[in-house]
């Protein structure tokens, strides 16, 4: 089993939908959760970064995290036809282990005009 | 502008000839990585560095080699490459203060023949 597991989709909406994309893992001392956006040919960029549980909002965009289920979400409001990209989520642990980050296999959303 | 950079982006190259993927980082980041991308199994991460003179294996180390003489540089070394290693690589750094968000650079795509 996977340490973190990702939906890899994919996931096809209509523009101005809600979009849920999720992650689930196993490690418990997880606590540094990101979201990334990756558009073909290009590096991750960051969207989202959230310490522990709770839930962060940005503009269209709102992180969620479970630490009790490990489970992380994002949500995304009112999508556009640029949210078309791949959403990896990425967790690491503190301590020794700041450095490890370990990323789900991204899902691919299309949104259609 | 805060940034990740990479050299050279694109690299053909012939199996067994040593070869230096570069990355540097302007944040003054602790924490430098290097990743692979792979279709079908996601980033994963080959090392990392908390600082310098300090590395640690990724989940992918095998035929990759690092050093970090300096806190700005993290290259990569593929001392014989092997047509597997084929692949697209980011290096990505990482700070200690502001949260910890981790950037990437714009990506490396290699081919061995």
Same mark, same amino acid.
């Given at each position: 089993?996977?340490?973190?597991?990702?939906?890899?989709?994919?996931?096809?909406?209509?523009?101005?939908?809600?979009?849920?994309?999720?992650?689930?893992?196993?490690?418990?001392?997880?606590?540094?959760?990101?979201?990334?956006?990756?558009?073909?040919?290009?590096?991750?960029?960051?969207?989202?970064?959230?310490?522990?549980?709770?839930?962060?909002?940005?503009?269209?965009?709102?992180?969620?995290?479970?630490?009790?289920?490990?489970?992380?979400?994002?949500?995304?409001?009112?999508?556009?036809?640029?949210?078309?990209?791949?959403?990896?989520?990425?967790?690491?642990?503190?301590?020794?282990?700041?450095?490890?980050?370990?990323?789900?296999?991204?899902?691919?959303?299309?949104?259609?005009? | 502008?805060?940034?990740?950079?990479?050299?050279?982006?694109?690299?053909?190259?012939?199996? @067994?000839? =040593?070869?230096?993927?570069?990355?540097?980082? *302007?944040?003054?980041?602790?924490?430098? /990585?290097?990743?692979?991308?792979?279709?079908?199994?996601?980033?994963?991460?080959?090392?990392?560095?908390?600082?310098?003179?300090?590395?640690?294996?990724?989940?992918?180390?095998? @035929?990759? =080699?690092?050093?970090?003489?300096?806190?700005? *540089?993290?290259?990569?070394?593929?001392? /014989?490459?092997?047509?597997?290693?084929?692949?697209?690589?980011?290096?990505?750094?990482?700070?200690?203060?502001?949260?910890?968000?981790?950037?990437?650079?714009?990506?490396?795509?290699?081919?061995?023949?």
């Amino acid at each position: 089993q996977k340490e973190v597991e990702q939906d890899p989709g994919p996931l096809s909406v209509p523009e101005g939908a809600i979009v849920s994309l999720n992650c689930t893992y196993s490690n418990s001392a997880f606590q540094y959760f990101m979201w990334y956006r990756q558009y073909s040919r290009k590096g991750p960029e960051l969207l989202m970064y959230t310490y522990s549980s709770g839930n962060k909002e940005d503009g269209r965009f709102t992180a969620q995290v479970d630490k009790s289920s490990k489970y992380i979400s994002l949500f995304i409001r009112d999508s556009q036809p640029s949210d078309s990209a791949t959403y990896l989520c990425a967790m690491s642990a503190g301590g020794t282990s700041y450095g490890k980050l370990t990323f789900g296999q991204g899902t691919i959303l299309t949104v259609h005009p | 502008e805060a940034q990740v950079t990479q050299n050279p982006r694109y690299l053909i190259t012939v199996t @067994g000839k =040593k070869l230096t993927v570069t990355c540097s980082q *302007n944040m003054n980041h602790e924490y430098m /990585s290097w990743y692979r991308q792979d279709p079908g199994l996601g980033l994963r991460q080959i090392y990392y560095s908390m600082n310098v003179e300090v590395t640690d294996k990724g989940d992918v180390p095998e @035929g990759y =080699k690092v050093s970090r003489k300096e806190k700005r *540089n993290f290259p990569l070394i593929l001392e /014989s490459p092997s047509p597997n290693q084929t692949s697209l690589y980011f290096c990505a750094s990482r700070g200690l203060a502001g949260g910890g968000e981790q950037f990437f650079g714009p990506g490396t795509r290699l081919t061995v023949l």
